[in-house]
């Protein structure tokens, strides 16, 4: 930027410029600064003062500190002698004009500039010649002011300021490069810096260059703001020198940028593209101005072009090689730590356009390469890129206008015998140079291919090697691949061989050939119970490969077979025995309806009640010397109880406590013989007080009970069920039931214990 403007270059500053460009670069400088926007030079050509006795006539103007000041003459070009005499306006009036009068009294010399609006002039001097220069302010009026300057043209020649300069911060340090006006490029051997905190009123320190156009400062804080001002250093052939303006530098960026998100997505309508989309993100701490995006070819195929944005994101068409790229923050003076990003050749298609593309070596520095379509009637700029597997690749762009093919040498590196290769085709739309003038949307993959110089046979085989479903007559087989590096060839298959083996014997052998895509095979027509012995071994164009080391598998006997089936057997009935049970039990539960528990009756649930100690110890008190076995007992009295107690002696009819009981064991009990019942003698059982405990409730659960709820309330038994006609005839007439006793020939655990019904 020329005057007080700043041009900033992140490389290293170079002076290149003609002389009569500086001159009115210069010229240009002093008028911007010293003048304002709207004042135009409107002065009448100098007249000698003589002829209007001119020193005399402006006696009356005077220096005053409100008027016309700061008068300076300088020469500013050495080579046509120029010089400029610059003035700073006075206060009194609006509107100024000035008269600049130059004389050398000891040559006569003395000249008078007219109507100047301007606050310059360049005028003509003797260098050997004192100088007296005057400036009068307003001069036709009483309020006229003049400022004054006296020098020796000798002593007036003045270097600077800087044409071009340039700022680099990094590692807590400013590099300040400096380009000089071509006329002042021999005089300025050395320029210093001065620097201070951006805000601060005084300058920290000043710093003196190490020539003339690099200059370094160390120990800056990287997080502030500098304000730099520079200027040469005097010498005899600079006996001034002009200060720059102030240029402010801004802080230093430390951090890299962090990649957000990087997706490949194909362009519809374009082959052999691909659209890379890249978003990134900086700390907003950071006073950054744009980013730099490089990216270039991982084959180091000029240009690596670098693309300035001011949005954290950028999209690139690019073919389908690999590329580099990198993103970096940038300001003013500083360029933060670049985030770098490594963009693989396009994995999912390895052999895209395979059968377009077809390759012939000659030797191992020459090949042919073919394509399929007649891509001269639309390109006629190419490239091919040729690279060994893991490995850098090489590149080359040519012309072709007339043939389909393209014979490639690639020295100085030769081919290696069995290394694959792989070779890609690129057309390039720009016609008037192959070389590709920028990396973003230059180029489109047409095809890519393999090749080996010389193929060789597999140096290892197949590892990992089991089997897996082991049948009577078959098995299958799995193994591991052979590693690409050590096929040495494009793998066309594997073969199996394998032979019956008995104690250390080989029977014939036999082999199987397997597609090189499978990893699997199952081996049939196999004897049973019989073992085998199995090795795997790739093979290309040159041959079989190395075998594998031998693996032995049997096949299953028939017993074992049998056995299996037998187990398999066993296995069922077991399952259905562990979970036939609750599955049953499940069935019965929905099909059949559950047979209510008589120990939950309301007729047992009384005996819990207060009255049950009472009615335990008048049982208690009968004693049996031998149990019969199981008998049911109605003793039949006289002196029946009367019928208003029948309910109260019927809640007394209680089922056992044995659970297990059916009911129709119930109704045996109940039909017991009379015959015995007539022969024995019962004991008298008295009940005392019969009100004072409630009985429970007769309900449904037992025989008796169902019985009960036949009889109208407050009514005796009339009829015991299921009775033989044989059987006493029960009334309420005749005699009353007073208890019903079961026997029982297998001890309780108290000893001795009636239930009663």
């Known amino acids: 930027m020329v005057g007080g403007g700043f041009h900033l270059d992140l490389l290293d500053s170079k002076c290149s410029s003609s002389a009569s460009r500086s001159h009115f670069v210069i010229f240009g400088l002093i008028i911007v600064y010293y003048t304002t926007p709207s004042s135009q030079v409107q002065a009448s050509r100098p007249v000698k003062c003589r002829s209007q006795n001119i020193p005399s006539k402006y006696q009356h103007c005077e220096i005053h500190t409100d008027g016309v000041h700061h008068l300076d003459c300088f020469g500013e070009n050495k080579r046509h002698g120029g010089n400029v005499c610059v003035w700073k306006p006075g206060t009194r009036a609006s509107e100024k004009t000035y008269t600049l009068i130059v004389q050398q009294p000891m040559r006569r010399y003395c000249r008078a500039n007219h109507n100047i609006t301007a606050f310059s002039k360049t005028i003509t001097l003797f260098k050997s010649v004192d100088v007296l220069v005057e400036v009068l302010e307003n001069s036709e009026s009483t309020n006229c002011t003049k400022a004054v300057f006296k020098g020796s043209p000798k002593t007036m020649l003045r270097c600077g300021p800087p044409y071009e300069v340039s700022f680099r911060r990094r590692s807590g340090g400013l590099v300040v490069n400096v380009s000089w006006p071509p006329e002042d490029i021999k005089d300025i051997k050395y320029y210093s810096v001065s620097y201070k905190a951006l805000g601060s009123l005084s300058w920290s320190k000043t710093v003196q260059s190490q020539n003339a156009a690099r200059c370094t400062v160390d120990n800056l804080n990287s997080s502030l703001v500098y304000t730099v001002q520079i200027q040469c250093v005097t010498s005899d052939r600079c006996p001034q020198c002009a200060a720059s303006e102030a240029y402010t530098v801004p802080s230093e960026l430390n951090t890299q940028p962090v990649i957000v998100n990087l997706e490949e997505t194909e362009i519809i309508g374009r082959k052999g593209c691909r659209l890379l989309s890249l978003t990134w993100k900086v700390p907003a701490t950071e006073l950054h101005d744009a980013y730099d995006v490089t990216v270039g070819k991982a084959s180091g195929e000029d240009p690596r072009e670098r693309i300035r944005t001011t949005q954290p994101e950028i999209r690139l068409v690019l073919s389908y090689s690999a590329y580099h790229l990198t993103v970096s923050a940038v300001n003013n003076a500083s360029t933060s730590p670049a985030v770098s990003r490594a963009i693989p050749r396009r994995g999912d298609k390895p052999r895209m356009g395979a059968g377009m593309l077809n390759v012939t070596v000659h030797n191992n520095t020459t090949l042919t390469i073919y394509w399929k379509d007649n891509l001269i009637n639309t390109y006629v700029c190419y490239s091919v890129e040729w690279t060994k597997e893991g490995h850098k690749a090489k590149h080359m762009s040519f012309y072709q206008d007339k043939n389909n093919y393209k014979t490639v040498s690639l020295s100085p590196e030769p081919l290696e015998p069995h290394k694959r290769y792989s070779i890609t085709l690129h057309t390039r739309p720009d016609k008037d140079t192959c070389n590709m003038k920028r990396v973003n949307n230059s180029e489109s993959t047409y095809g890519t291919t393999q090749f080996y110089l010389t193929q060789g046979r597999p140096v290892s085989a197949p590892a990992n090697i089991s089997s897996d479903n082991v049948t009577l007559n078959s098995v299958a087989l799995q193994w591991s691949s052979i590693p690409e590096e050590e096929v040495r060839g494009f793998l066309l298959g594997y073969v199996i061989y394998y032979n019956e083996y008995h104690h250390g014997r080989s029977s014939a052998e036999r082999n199987v050939t397997v597609d090189p895509m499978l990893n699997s095979c199952e081996l049939g027509n196999l004897k049973s119970g019989t073992a085998y012995e199995v090795q795997i071994s790739g093979f290309t164009r040159a041959g079989a490969g190395v075998r594998s080391t031998a693996s032995l598998f049997r096949t299953h006997d028939q017993d074992v077979s049998s056995l299996s089936g037998l187990i398999a057997i066993f296995a069922v009935v077991a399952a259905v025995l562990i979970f036939g049970s609750p599955i049953i039990k499940r069935a019965k539960a929905i099909l059949w309806p559950s047979i209510p528990n008589p120990g939950k009756s309301d007729a047992m649930q009384g005996i819990e009640k207060p009255c049950e100690l009472d009615l335990l110890e008048s049982i208690d008190t009968l004693r049996v010397a031998e149990w019969d076995t199981n008998s ?93 006609p044989e059987d006493t005839d029960l009334t309420a007439a005749k005699s009353g039931l007073d208890y019903i006793r079961q026997f029982s020939t297998s001890p309780i655990m108290d000893g001795k214990m009636a239930t009663i019904l």
């Open 632 to 724: 049911l007992r109605l003793v039949e009295r006289e002196d029946a109880t009367p019928a208003s107690t029948s309910p109260s002696m019927l809640s007394l009819l209680h089922t056992s406590e044995d659970e297990g009981d059916s009911p129709e064991t119930t109704r045996d009990w109940i039909q017991g013989d009379t015959e015995d019942a007539a022969g024995d003698t019962w004991p008298d059982i008295r009940w005392t007080d019969t009100q004072s405990c409630p009985f429970a409730v007769s309900s449904a659960y037992t025989t008796l009970d169902m019985f009960q709820r036949g009889t109208p309330a407050n009514t005796p038994v009339t009829q015991a069920t299921e009775s033989k």
